[in-house]
């Protein structure tokens, strides 16, 4: 194949790649999109592929020149089916397995609740999208929100590292006994003498005297009394 066909072919498919998505592409975002799916993904065979699709009037440059990204021209067409977005999520995933640990994009996906399928499949293994990431459970995700949505990317794990399990509470080793007797020696708990004073005198603060009236004073000194006459 000549290279000016494997120009034709390459932009070709990259008018066809931001046909289905959304948004402004900038040299950075085409480039994930080529290397999330194991095309070239040389930054300058990117720009320069963005800056000739626009010049053959399919695309509408922005931006400032050190900040360009590039818009489909309103008057392209585009069809519902190719607004969607379209993974081949076979190639992800073997782009990943060739990459052990290296965060690769999956896809961007406008509506949210897809997103969040996408990556309980990738994951979990699961059904039709599921099936591409085996083994199940070596592969990890991430999410990005864009202006176009959700970024979804993706990790192969070659060796998963077992589930951490947290270490039992200390507390829970220590006797009643000896938990009590920390409170009282940090001086969270009153107990003693001095404690019995303290908690008295607080008592007397909040309510009064506990023996308020005459009446009631006398009433104690008689029980008092008897008391003390009949212990004599």
Do not use: F
């Not at 190639?91 to 690769?104: D, E």
Request: glycine content about 10%; hydrophobic content about 35%; overall charge positive.
């Amino acid at each position: 194949m000549s290279a000016a066909s494997s120009r034709e072919q390459r932009l070709a498919a990259t008018l066809a790649v931001i046909q289905g998505g959304r948004g402004a592409w900038s040299v950075g975002r085409l480039q994930r999109h080529r290397r999330a799916h194991g095309a070239p993904a040389q930054r300058s065979t990117a720009r320069r592929d963005l800056a000739e699709l626009a010049r053959r009037g399919h695309l509408t440059q922005c931006g400032p020149h050190d900040g360009r990204y590039y818009t489909l021209r309103k008057d392209q067409p585009m069809s519902r089916r190719a607004r969607r977005t379209h993974v081949d999520h076979a190639a992800v995933a073997a782009a990943l397995r060739a990459q052990p640990g290296v965060w690769l994009t999956v896809g961007e996906y406008r509506n949210a609740d897809t997103a969040r399928t996408i990556r309980r499949r990738i994951e979990e293994g699961q059904r039709d999208v599921g099936r591409n990431y085996q083994p199940a459970g070596r592969y990890e995700t991430r999410a990005t929100l864009t202006d176009d949505g959700t970024l979804i990317e993706a990790r192969y794990l070659p060796h998963l590292l077992p589930r951490r399990t947290p270490p039992a509470a200390t507390a829970l080793t220590q006797t009643d006994a000896a938990r009590v007797t920390g409170q009282i020696a940090r001086g969270e708990v009153l107990a003693g003498p001095e404690g019995a004073r303290r908690i008295a005198a607080r008592h007397e603060t909040a309510y009064g005297d506990v023996w308020a009236t005459d009446a009631d004073r006398a009433w104690a000194d008689a029980i008092n009394d008897i008391t003390a006459g009949g212990a004599s």
